[in-house]
């Protein structure tokens, strides 16, 4: 599965996911949108995993976030992205 991703300043990326199943998995809150007794584990630590992501990479209220909306570091932010998706 192929994912693309353009950034805000016109850098354009593809990535290749090897394992289509585990993205499914952390979005599954996202995917899945009644939540049943059957999926339930699933749907709670899909979010769970989601939210602390976003913390760690993403959310501007966190100063040690590793992604920031106005960095002019693209290659440090390149890795970071990497690092988020592995």
């Given at each position: 599965m192929l994912l693309f991703l353009a950034t805000n300043d016109g850098?354009?990326?593809?990535?290749?996911?090897?394992n289509k199943q585990k993205l499914i998995d952390l979005?599954?809150?996202?995917i899945?949108?009644?939540l049943t007794t059957t999926n339930a584990l699933k749907f709670s630590q899909s979010r769970i995993k989601v939210e602390s992501l976003f913390k760690k990479?993403?959310?501007?209220?966190?100063?040690?976030?590793?992604l920031k909306v106005n960095s002019n570091d693209a290659e440090t932010?390149?890795?970071e992205f990497l690092k988020f998706y592995r």
């Open positions: 850098t354009k990326y593809a990535l290749t996911i090897n979005f599954f809150n996202y899945n949108a009644s990479y993403f959310d501007k209220d966190n100063p040690d976030a590793k932010d390149l890795k």
